[in-house]
């Protein structure tokens, strides 16, 4: 296979600086992912500006980012919803062979190269890979 070689379009700027001080993964009551005081900015760069013309505070959307400040990967993990050790792509491990992330989000505001979302589950940094728009229709398959 060949090579894939990406470039980031923006950055993500949330509250956490180490994987630690996101304290629940997403789908626990008490995660800050689900509390809506906990906020975060992507940062699109100007060369790709355009590309977010048309959206709007209120919609959600797929943040396709890169796992920056992982450390290696392994194909076998721990996961909190399940006991004893479970393949890594049944889980949302940050520890993979591509190091890529996805979360859903929903954005609260726009202001030129800055969108602020609710959903976050990043460290600050974090390299944007894309953005898709996203829908429970998504799920309809």
Not at 26 to 36: A, E, G, K, L
Not at 40 to 63: K, M, N, Y
Request: proline share 10%.
């Amino acid at each position: 296979m060949n090579e894939i070689v990406m470039k980031p379009i923006g950055w993500i700027e949330t509250p956490f600086r180490t994987r630690e001080e996101i304290p629940f993964p997403p789908f626990h009551p008490d995660s800050p992912y689900r509390n809506p005081d906990v906020t975060g900015t992507v940062h699109i760069l100007e060369e790709f500006r355009e590309g977010i013309a048309d959206i709007q505070p209120g919609s959600c959307a797929l943040l396709i980012f890169y796992f920056h400040q992982s450390k290696g990967y392994r194909l076998t993990t721990h996961s909190p919803r399940r006991e004893g050790v479970v393949g890594v792509f049944s889980t949302r491990s940050p520890n993979r062979p591509n190091g890529i992330g996805v979360t859903v989000v929903r954005f609260l505001a726009v202001d030129g190269c800055k969108l602020t979302f609710r959903g976050v589950d990043m460290l600050n940094g974090t390299p944007l890979l894309d953005i898709k728009p996203y829908s429970e229709e998504v799920l309809m398959v």
